[in-house]
């Protein structure tokens, strides 16, 4: 066995949280390596670690069994090491193409810039994702998905010997993910290691050779080949318990609630952003998926909706009266319009300000008093036993958002929506970066939601997520809807049906 990476009896520890206790890690040459476990077990603060970004307080790390000290990110690169973080590290004012051969640029500090060959270059890495971006745009105007898929072609673009991806397919779909797959077994067979972080178990079971299992801090299991693991023994050492996978099932949209006034509904609707022709409706009760490839469109959809683009044609109706919603604040207040953001960390939560400020944010105006005086107190009563069911892992309920792990963040994130009450729910990728056992309680709460009257408009690149909670689901396609699909819960059916009807549509 040759190991690419060898972590040691890694220690870390932040104010009042220890991070990691002895940790240890092999990643051989030529293996995809999966590192799992619940939010909050240690992960990505591993990965930090392994790529320069935190020193170890203890413990040691070996690049090709030689011990090395990386003091910066720079200092792992030069060892090889390539990483793809969960929160996106890109430069938003530099283009696709310069974002991805960045550390090219850098290295040369004297010499011309040559553009067409930095545009080539960027061509070359998004060809193999089959992912069709204009290059010279600016990463600023990309959604979460697509400037996830830059930084992974910026990752591959460092032909690293040791490649880390922390939850790399979080809100691509399917078929994206498996472009990225195919590469990734590729570099496998050329003797490149692969470290994966992913909360999903089918995607780990179909493409990894080894596993390594952290719970709170710890190794749960050491590394070693995932073949002596089942589904349920994964599981048991991530929870430290067994654990039920199973659906729970909803009372079920009804018919006749489908016949009643929508609750919202897009008549005709074009935006700013180039969506047009849109027409969907949501009734109360309902849930509503919204499904298409990266760039489809969906995410620039629900901001218009909410006020943050301009529909510059058609109706937006809520509860069948037309309205014109101005801003994410009158969404809520007016219109009982909530959405959960695909992008926690710009969108979702103030990162400086506290979890329980975060978590309570949408309801302050409702709990002032008659001084309009706020208390901690009077949040905290509210929003705290959604926190504990959410199972949100932070020193106190006082700290800083920016220390939470990304998963943590986003539980926040939904937190303070489902304390808002809203009548009308837009959710964007929901389970991004979220453990399992969180995400089968989070379905259960949004069937809940469901099933006492709101309606749900979701979004998702997980299709398994799709067909396990959608009614009906549309398909977008270049920011306009391409057919609607009924949900019988076949997954393989409606899979092959969703990729037939959108490579089947051209626009002119």
């Known amino acids: 066995m040759t190991l690419a990476l060898e972590l040691q009896g890694i220690v870390k520890s932040f104010p009042g949280v220890i991070a990691l206790n002895g940790v240890s890690l092999a990643v051989e040459r030529g293996s995809i390596h999966a590192l799992i476990g619940e939010n909050g077990a240690g992960k990505s603060t591993l990965i930090k670690i392994i790529t320069g970004v935190h020193r170890a307080n203890e413990g040691t790390i070996k690049v090709d069994d030689r011990i090395v000290h990386f003091v910066n990110p720079r200092a792992a690169s030069r060892e090889g090491i390539g990483v793809v973080h969960q929160e996106r590290n890109l430069i938003p004012r530099f283009s696709i193409a310069e974002n991805i051969v960045l550390d090219r640029i850098a290295a040369k500090t004297f010499a011309p810039i040559n553009y067409r060959e930095i545009n080539r270059l960027g061509e070359q890495?998004?060809?193999?994702?089959?992912?069709?971006?204009?290059?010279?745009?600016?990463?600023?105007?990309?959604?979460?998905?697509?400037?996830?898929?830059?930084?992974?072609?910026?990752?591959?673009?460092?032909?690293?010997?040791?490649?880390?991806?922390?939850?790399?397919?979080?809100?691509?779909?399917?078929?994206?993910?498996?472009?990225?797959?195919?590469?990734?077994?590729?570099?496998?067979?050329?003797?490149?290691?692969?470290?994966?972080?992913?909360?999903?178990?089918?995607?780990?079971?179909?493409?990894?050779?080894?596993?390594?299992?952290?719970?709170?801090?710890?190794?749960?299991?050491?590394?070693?080949?995932?073949?002596?693991?089942?589904?349920?023994?994964?599981?048991?050492?991530?929870?430290?318990?067994?654990?039920?996978?199973?659906?729970?099932?909803?009372?079920?949209?009804?018919?006749?609630?489908?016949?009643?006034?929508?609750?919202?509904?897009?008549?005709?609707?074009?935006?700013?952003?180039?969506?047009?022709d849109i027409s969907l409706s949501v009734a109360r009760g309902e849930i509503v998926g919204l499904y298409g490839l990266v760039g489809a469109g969906r995410t620039e959809l629900a901001k218009s909706i909410i006020g943050l683009h301009p529909i510059v044609s058609g109706e937006l109706r809520v509860h069948g009266r037309a309205v014109r919603i101005g801003d994410v604040n009158s969404a809520v207040h007016r219109y009982s319009l909530g959405y959960v953001s695909e992008d926690r960390k710009a969108e979702g939560v103030i990162l400086m300000h506290s979890v329980l400020a975060n978590a309570g944010i949408t309801i302050w105006a409702r709990l002032r008093g008659a001084l309009r005086l706020l208390s901690d107190s009077r949040i905290l009563s509210n929003v705290d036993p959604l926190l504990r069911r959410l199972d949100v892992k932070a020193a106190s309920r006082h700290a800083a958002v920016r220390n939470l792990s990304g998963g943590n963040q986003q539980k926040v994130s939904i937190a303070k929506w489902l304390a808002a009450g809203v009548e009308i729910l837009i959710i964007d990728e929901p389970s991004v970066g979220i453990d399992i056992r969180t995400k089968a309680y989070l379905h259960q709460l949004i069937m809940n939601l469901a099933d006492q009257g709101t309606a749900i408009l979701l979004i998702s690149s997980d299709l398994p997520e799709m067909v396990a909670l959608a009614d009906r689901i549309l398909l977008m396609k270049d920011f306009r809807l391409v057919s609607e699909i009924a949900n019988d819960k076949d997954y393989t059916k409606i899979s092959a049906d969703i990729m037939s009807r959108i490579q089947a549509v051209a626009f002119d």
């Not at 998004?126 to 990463?139: F, G, S, T």
């Not at 067979?189 to 990894?208: F, R, T, Y």
């Not at 080894?210 to 002596?228: E, H, I, K, Y």
Request: glycine letters at 6%; one cysteine or more; hydrophobic letters at 45%.
């Open 125 to 276: 890495w998004l060809r193999r994702l089959e992912l069709d971006l204009d290059v010279r745009r600016p990463v600023s105007s990309l959604t979460a998905a697509q400037a996830q898929m830059v930084e992974i072609a910026r990752a591959l673009s460092l032909q690293s010997k040791v490649l880390v991806l922390d939850e790399p397919t979080a809100s691509l779909t399917s078929h994206e993910a498996e472009a990225l797959f195919r590469v990734l077994r590729q570099l496998r067979d050329q003797g490149v290691a692969i470290l994966l972080v992913s909360h999903k178990l089918e995607e780990i079971e179909s493409l990894c050779d080894c596993v390594t299992v952290l719970r709170d801090g710890r190794n749960a299991t050491s590394s070693g080949p995932l073949a002596g693991y089942d589904r349920a023994a994964l599981v048991r050492a991530m929870v430290g318990r067994d654990f039920a996978l199973e659906q729970a099932a909803r009372i079920g949209f009804t018919s006749t609630a489908s016949n009643s006034v929508p609750a919202l509904e897009l008549d005709g609707v074009s935006t700013s952003l180039g969506h047009r």
